[in-house]
């Protein structure tokens, strides 16, 4: 079904319409008018016609001279010039003298069209938007307030998205699978007495499929989809949110059995605190669809599907049960899901028979179904970029980069200097990595600068995902990340900035060590931070005294220090093959795993 909007537009909009009007014809529509009835000339053309007996009548104000040609039918105004004999020649001449030829160009006209025709637009004008309001009014007679004359319709395509487009996502699948069956058959359930849940939380990081999640329920039931974004809520009137609420809800009961989706619902669900100026305009909204779920039963067959990344900053009224009282976790794709998620979207590129999906899958850990749907769709654009009509393997690979990375700066703005410190520096990571776990660390290391900013790229190898990790091999994943800096101090005896980021993500590993994993002595088994926000970064608060914090302080950097320490001997120790590594990913600016544990295990 198609969006319909309607034109309500505020006042305002009118009355600008007006004075543009006005503007215009003043501007451009009254010069144009009365330059087309009086003909500027010089004194020359009036002496010369003068002379001709070409004149009809005249009148000699006090800075112009205005006359007409025989004919009277133009009227020419020239400027006065000392001329003694004018009046004579004139006289001569056959000319009439008047007092009259200005004021004779039309005065009705000028005044019809400077002061009644605006007049006119302004009332024709006024006629339509009272027209038009009225019929709004008639339209939505039910509802009060600014919002009340918003006849947005809040049906929305599903665009034909069915479970299958979804790739991985299983559980949250079968979660709404529920949900399918019951608008397909509600009988089943009334008849043992059981009742939908009014609303799913679908709740997941950004780009995970959430919004597909939701229309492909919709699809598979083939029921009307309602959908509309928590920010779009909160508009510049105080009361819009409420009153769409409110014209959403209604609409979504006309055609019931159907699907509402409220995407980001953390905007207007938030916790509704104490503080000072809240926001009287979210509260409301919030009030208002709490109302509106509590207001139908269990089972008329509007199911609310809500989206968000933050779910712990939610009200609780909305989570309480009878509200959203059922939660759908969506994830990022494991390793399998992510390869599904691939060649779902594979299905609308030409590729080439031989690409290994699962590599590319490896390749892309972490990624997101957004961020694979881009993947393989900057592949395609690569693939027509270089004449060809099939995507292979390597235009795959390169856009894991591009899009995780960023693209490729074509004018190297790296140094030889600079180039040799972040070869040092890869390969440092990757040297610490290796001798700690004798694996190879690394799926490819560049030093091409990126158009994010990234001086090099190194794609991590992932055997599959992890879920538990050691102690020992959280250690060694801070020790990694010093060995780049380990590097440069080793070799170069000198330190750069191009190591914030590590020095943040150890950190950040380090602390997370201490006061949320419990694995420093001194503390045993005790959480001394909260995670605020799971799915966005995953920002903490400290629960604890501040004696405590600075304790954590110094045990964090205590933490750090050792494992720096550890990979400054172990570099130190493998000095050669650093040396080595370093000097062939500075000559051919990538280096593969394979040719990484090739080089490190060859007899020197
Ligand atoms: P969210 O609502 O969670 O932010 P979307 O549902 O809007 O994410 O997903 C954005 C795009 O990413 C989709 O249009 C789709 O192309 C792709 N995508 C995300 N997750 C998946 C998935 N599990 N399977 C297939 N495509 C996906
Ligand atoms: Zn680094």
Known sequence: M???????????YYYGIVLLTLLIFNLIVAPLLSSSQIVEVDYGTFMSMIENQEIGSVEITDTQIYFTDTDDTVVYTTGLMQDATLTERLYEAGATFTSEIEETTSPILTILLS?????????????????KLTEQMGKNSMSFGMGKSNAKVYVESTAGIRFDDVAGEEEAKESLAEIVDYLHNPDKYTQVGASMPKGLLLVGPPGTGKTMLAKAVAGEANVPFFSISGSEFVEMFVGMGASKVRDLFKQAKEKAPC?????????IGKKRDSQLGGNDEREQTLNQLLTEMDGFEGNNGVIILAATNRPESLDPALTRPGRFDRRVPVELPDLQGREAILKVHARKIKAAEDVDYH????????ASGAELANIVNEAALR????????????????????VIAGYQKKNAVLSDQEKKVVAYHEIG??????????????????IIPRTSGALGYTMQVEQGDKYLLTKQELENKIATYT?????EELVFGEITTGASNDIEQATKLARAMITRYGMSEDFDMVALETVNNQYLGGDTSLACSADTQKEIDRKVVDLVRTQHEKALGILAEHREKLDELSLYLYEKETITGEEFMEILNREA
């Open 115 to 131: 002061v009644v025709l605006p007049l006119v637009i302004f009332v024709a004008l006024g006629q339509y938007m009272s027209k």
């Open 429 to 446: 990571h990757a040297l610490v990595a290796a001798l700690q776990t004798h694996s190879a660390p690394v799926q490819k290391i560049t």
């Open 359 to 366: 590599t590319i899958a490896r390749m892309a850990s972490g």
């Open 383 to 402: 693939a027509v970029r270089n004449n060809r009509s099939v995507v292979t393997q390597a235009d795959l690979e390169e856009s894991i980069e591009v």
């Open 2 to 12: 198609k969006e319909v909007k309607s034109p309500r537009r505020p006042l305002i």
């Open 259 to 267: 699907i509402v989706f409220i995407d980001e619902i953390d905007a």
């Open 483 to 487: 060995g780049g800096r380990a590097a």
